[in-house]
Every structure is written in C-alpha cells, then in structure tokens.
C-alpha cells in the first residue's frame, strides 16, 4: 500500500490545535503521513507532544530564521535528548526578510550552521528556509554532509534548480503548483527522483483553495497535478513521491 506524505507542514501550530483530532482521523483515513516542522524551542517542545499522539506525525524541530534569537543552546539540548524520536531538523534556513542589522544576519547563520552540525552528527534530515537567499544556502550547504536536505517551498530560477540537483538536494512544491505556470515549470525540470511534495499550512492559498490554511487534505490534489506535468498516473506518482520521501527521511 502506498502511502501519501506531506514533507513540510507546521501542524503544531496553534491554527490546527482545536481541529487536531479530526485532522489525525482524516489522515489516518486517506494514508498521510506528515513532516511536522517546528520554529522555535516552545514550538518544538509541541510537535513532539503531537507526535505522541499519532505515529503519523513525523516530528522535525529547530529554529526558524525568523526566531533566530531564541535558545539555541536549548533547542540543540532538545535535539540530542531526542535524537531517537525526531524524524528530523527543521524548519532551519536563512531569510534576509527577518535580518534588520549585522548581527541579525551573523545570528542567522550561526544558528543555521549549527543545526546543520546536529543533524551531520546525528544523520538527521534537515527541512531548509531558503527565501531569498537560496545562494547562500547553497555556500553553507556545502560545508556539510546534505544527502538528505529538503529545500522546501523551491522558489529558485532554472540555474538554482540545477544547482540543487547537482547537489543531491531534494525539492519539494505545494498547492501553488497547481495554479501558478513558473511552478510547473521548475518542477518538470527537476530531477523525478528529488521531487517531494508540501502543504506548508497553515499558509493560506488563493485561487481555487479560496484562501484556506493549507491542510494535508490538499496532498492529493498536488499529487494529482504533478503526475500530469511529468506525464505519469496518479498512483505511479505517488509511488515515486513515497520512494522519494522515504530516502530523505532515511527510512
């Protein structure tokens, strides 16, 4: 039996909390698994409190840039006291976005080049924030062993694509994909065996989500619309995806 996984959802987050029973049913109901990405050291300490509640919820915690300032030395402890429960780290990365000075970017890259020294030390998966600053990524990246790192939500160029591929990243797209003709294209020139797919809720999405906090419901309709762009039955994607996810879970 196949089974469908979300690779990047923020189900910890307190938008799911007063809906989390049904949406464990429901997953369980349509075989989902889901990548639960944490933020910070509070957020971390949840998903791994929902993880106990579902063996379908496969925990991933860390730091997001935007937090970059909280506890490292904390979220690091969490790491290796759960190193034989967490499916991975993330949601770990770079944003200028967030960066108001010097010393926020020297934060960011602190925090991001240690989590990647956990999880190298640990063989974890990493889930990677990339906005903006895919490049650099790309330059601290290589410093590490990354044979499982996700570069989630891939929003490069065509040239960026190929820098990923080359080395050995996975790439995951969402529910835009459906409707938006830039993500078709990148994803039908990636590499089939690094294609992942993501809902990254509770984002909301337009057009016909009508604005909804991504659910992992949306995983089939994504499924669905990446087997036409590479030309494939649902159920030979969603195997392929399963195979895929499987690698840069290390399971």
Known sequence: MTWLFDSHIHLSDPVY????????????????????????????????SLSQQSDLVLP?????????NDDLEKITELIELNQNNVSGIGEIG????????????????????SL?????????????HSRKSLDDVFEIMTSYNTKNALLHWFDGSKKQ?????????????????????DKQTLLSKADPSKILVETDGPVRFSRCFEMKSGQVSFIPS??????????????????????NTKRFLGI
């Open 17 to 48: 909390l007063p809906e989390i029973n049904l949406i464990l049913k429901q997953m369980e109901f349509l075989k989902i698994k889901a990548c639960c990405v944490s933020t910070d050291v509070k957020n971390s300490l949840e998903t791994l």
């Open 60 to 68: 991933f915690i860390g730091i997001h840039p935007e937090f970059a």
């Open 94 to 113: 770079l944003d200028p976005t967030y960066v108001k000075n010097k010393d926020d970017d020297k934060r960011q890259v602190k925090v991001f080049e």
């Open 116 to 128: 990647l020294s956990s999880a190298e030390k640990l063989h974890k998966p990493v889930s990677i």
């Open 161 to 181: 694509l190929q820098k990923a591929m080359d080395l050995d990243f996975f790439v995951s797209f969402g529910p835009v994909m459906i409707y938006a003709n």
């Open 222 to 243: 994504v499924i669905f619309c990446a087997s036409k762009i590479l030309e494939k039955t649902f159920d030979e994607m969603a195997f392929l995806l399963e195979s």
